[in-house]
């Protein structure tokens, strides 16, 4: 069974920085892509990035390109998506998910596993 751990959310200025954490257990690493999304109030489910556990690839949206980071520690089991320049409209619940394939993909459905989330809010 596959469990995902999410931590490290909180408030926080814009420009600011916070990191994201989500421990992993019960995947299959080697052909597993990690994902995170982020769902602001009243909005949908929205993509943030996506790494490739095997052979480090990594996917950004646009609107975070230059601002975030996803990496992945293989010792530790954990993903993590450290977020720099921060703006009010990055705030929302972010979610870290896995897919079962190599492909990288930006499209919610195609993850099989989600964490429970954690709150991301930045002020002006």
């Known amino acids: 069974q596959v469990q995902l751990v999410e931590s490290g959310g909180g408030l926080v200025q814009a420009g600011g920085s916070l990191r994201l954490s989500c421990a992993a257990s019960?995947?299959?690493?080697?052909?597993?892509?990690m994902g995170w999304f982020r769902q602001a109030p009243g909005k949908e489910r929205e993509f943030v990035a996506a790494?490739?556990?095997?052979?480090?690839?990594?996917y950004y949206a646009d609107s975070v390109k230059g601002r975030f980071t996803i990496s992945r520690d293989n010792a530790k089991n954990t993903v993590y998506l450290q977020m720099n320049s921060l703006k009010p409209e990055d705030t929302g619940v972010y979610y870290c998910?896995?897919?079962?394939?190599?492909?990288?993909?930006?499209?919610?459905?195609?993850?099989?596993?989600w964490g429970q989330g954690t709150q991301v809010t930045v002020s002006s």
């Open positions: 998910a896995a897919k079962i394939g190599s492909g990288l993909s930006a499209d919610s459905r195609s993850y099989n596993s």
């Open positions: 019960g995947l299959i690493f080697s052909s597993a892509v």
């Open positions: 790494i490739r556990w095997s052979v480090e690839r990594t």
